[in-house]
């Protein structure tokens, strides 16, 4: 197996690159016929690995990209789950090459969607090119590929195409690989995912942009509104002032969380990694907690107003915003969504209305670590790293783990060979070629592992 994999490297490593220039941006429209061309270049390549009925399955939005082998009727089946659409890339300026231009520069490829999740869906394409032609064994499992082109924005079509395909998709577990690890000498496997909340918010005042001078002092400006109704939802402490938000939050207890801080950790590499004086969030939490198995809130974007060159005084007629929550065990995206909607519309002052739009959420998810498919993955870490990794809580979201649960009965197991580091969702998101190549070497033991377990 090293062998092949040694031998092909290059050649990998290319065909990835020529993906990752395809800008298969979801969120976008104008880059709707890129998005396409992203699952056609990954069907093409899924057949010439030996993978059997692949198909282009049409869904109201983009399409998931399918196929399979059937190693036997007795086989154990593994479902792999993973995202060919990617972030936009904006601000381009921000960038060191061109996004869409792919670099490896100091062990590592440079581009939009290199770590999240083409990179990593790679990974599985290779292994398992790797699986049939490294002359050691072939594929011990029944494999199905299911590679969706809406993650980025909320899998709007996932749940209907698996709900209409729920014996096509038929498996005993899933493996997904679009999370990371601690570092490259410290394995680790994700057991857990917050859920998310994610809403859009307009503040609006007068019915139409005003002058500041013949206006200012009269009106209720709906930038200043804004500002301070965001500004309210935190308190001294960082908790969020959302009545009942934190109801149902699963708390740790001491022993749960003195466990926690056993996996390594360094406050001044985390605090230095993104050029910060200080660390903050919740009183009393450290900050691998604030951003694992604590729930927040944070604004993603805000605009209004004028902001081109130069001067323009006005007193605009609207505010903006985007905020996300992400949630923990109990909490559910349901139940948070109501709590914002109504906290958000009670603390507008007088002389604006507010319209609050939920856009995509999802729900909270805690994998079991005692599984078969689980002790499967550790193995194989341990077996490709020389270390057993450790169990961690990621502090993102992927919704359709829950809804896998729900829809098909399934855990799932999150292999993601990604870095904290890696900028995903930021301009100059960058995946270690080793992290790349230890991908493809350690997946294959994941099936061996698994299909010889009892």
Not at 166 to 187: C, F, H, Q, R, Y
């Amino acid at each position: 197996m090293a062998n092949y994999l040694s031998d092909n490297q290059t050649r990998f490593l290319d065909e990835l690159i020529d993906w990752l220039r395809i800008p298969s941006v979801s969120a976008d429209p104008k880059f709707h016929n890129d998005v396409l061309r992203a699952a056609d270049y990954l069907k093409v390549r899924l057949e010439e690995a030996g993978v059997q009925n692949v198909e282009i399955c049409p869904t109201a939005g983009n399409p998931i990209v399918y196929g399979e082998y059937i190693a036997g009727p007795e086989a154990k089946t593994v479902l792999v789950y993973g995202h060919y659409d990617v972030q936009p890339a904006d601000p381009y300026e921000l960038w060191t090459s061109p996004p869409f231009e792919p670099v490896i520069k100091d062990e590592k490829i440079y581009a939009r969607g290199a770590c999240d999740d083409k990179g990593q869906v790679y990974m599985h394409v290779k292994a398992f090119e790797m699986m049939m032609r490294d002359g050691q064994g072939g594929v011990p499992c029944n494999i199905k590929f299911m590679f969706e082109g809406e993650e980025e924005i909320g899998s709007n079509n996932l749940e209907i195409f698996v709900k209409a395909n729920k014996e096509k998709l038929k498996a005993d577990v899933i493996l997904i690989s679009d999370t990371g690890m601690l570092a490259n000498d410290v394995p680790s496997i994700e057991v857990g995912l917050r859920g998310l909340s994610y809403h859009e918010v307009t503040v609006t005042g007068p019915n139409r942009d005003l002058h500041s001078g013949l206006y200012g002092g009269a009106v209720q400006n709906p930038i200043n509104a804004l500002c301070e109704m965001i500004a309210s939802l935190h308190d001294e402490n960082g908790h969020i002032t959302i009545p009942g938000f934190y109801d149902n939050v699963d708390e740790l207890s001491a022993d749960e969380r003195a466990e926690m801080a056993k996996a390594p950790f360094s406050e001044e590499e985390f605090k230095n990694s993104i050029g910060l004086p200080d660390s903050y969030g919740e009183k009393g939490y450290s900050s691998m907690e604030r951003t694992s198995i604590r729930p927040t809130l944070d604004v993603n974007g805000i605009w209004g107003g004028y902001t081109g060159e130069g001067a323009k005084t006005v007193i605009a007629s609207q505010a903006h915003a985007k905020i996300s929550m992400r949630l923990v065990p109990h909490q559910t995206s349901a139940e948070i969504t109501a709590l914002f909607h109504k906290h958000f519309a009670s603390i507008a002052p007088q002389g604006v209305t507010v319209e609050v739009r939920p856009h995509h959420g999802g729900e909270p998810v805690v994998t079991p670590t005692n599984s078969v498919a689980y002790k499967a993955a550790a193995d194989a870490m341990e077996t490709t790293f020389g270390k057993r990794p450790v169990p961690t809580r990621g502090g993102g979201s992927i919704p359709i783990v829950a809804m896998f649960k729900s829809e098909l009965g399934l855990d799932t197991v999150l292999l993601g060979f990604g870095l904290d580091s890696d900028a995903i969702h930021s301009p100059n998101e960058h995946f270690g070629v080793f992290n790349f190549l230890k991908g493809i070497e350690t997946i294959p033991y994941f099936y061996r592992n698994y299909a010889a377990a009892e």
